[in-house]
C-alpha cells in the first residue's frame, strides 16, 4: 500500500522532530549576581582569565582579546589583536609599571595609571578594575549597591551575566562605565588561585 506525504506534512514531520530534540537538550541555570556573601573573594590570592575586551570613548574606541594574570601586588595583562596581533603586555608590580609592545623597547613608570592611560588614549582605573573584574568594590573607597553591581569613584559596574566556577560565581559580562568611557568585557574562561603564565 502506498502512503502519499505531501511536502507540508512532510515540513511539519520535520519541525516535530527538530522541537522534540531541543526539548531534551539540557539547559544551564542562569546565575545573577548577588553582593553578599563575596567577602571571601578579597582573599583570593592568585587567578586569571580570558576573555574580550571593548573600549569606547567620545573620540576613538577599540577591541582586544585579554589575558590578565593576578599574583599578590603583580597583574600582568596581556592584549592582543586578532590571531595575537599587536600583542602588548602591562605588567603592574607594586608602584611601577612597564607595558611592552614586543618592539624589544618596553616603556616603565612609577605612575602606573597615568601612564596606562597615556599609553590607551583613554582613562581606565586599572587598580580598582583589578577588583572590579572578580566582582567585589575597590576596599579603599566607598559605593553604592545596584540590582546588577555598584558605583563606585564616578564609575558604575554592571555585572550583566555571571557563571559558576569552582563553586563560585564569577563574572562572565561586565560593563564598566561613566560619561567619557565605556568598556565591555566578556571573560570566556577563569582559572582561581593558580595565575597562568601568559
Known sequence: MRVNINARQLVGWCLVLMLSGCATTPVEPEVHYVATAREQLYKLEQWSFEGRLALAGKKDSWSASINWGHKPDNEKIKLSGPLGQGATVIQLTGDSVTIDRGDDKPL???QPEA?????????VPVRSLRYWVIGLPEP???YIATATGF????WLIDYKQMQPVDNQSMPHKITVSNEQVK????????????????
Open 108 to 110: 616603565s613608570s612609577t
Open 115 to 123: 601612564f596606562i592611560n597615556q599609553q590607551l588614549g583613554m582613562f
Open 140 to 142: 579603599t573607597s566607598a
Open 151 to 154: 558605583k563606585q569613584d564616578g
Open 183 to 198: 568598556l565591555k568585557l566578556i571573560i570566556d574562561q577563569w582559572v582561581l588561585n593558580v595565575a597562568k603564565t601568559l
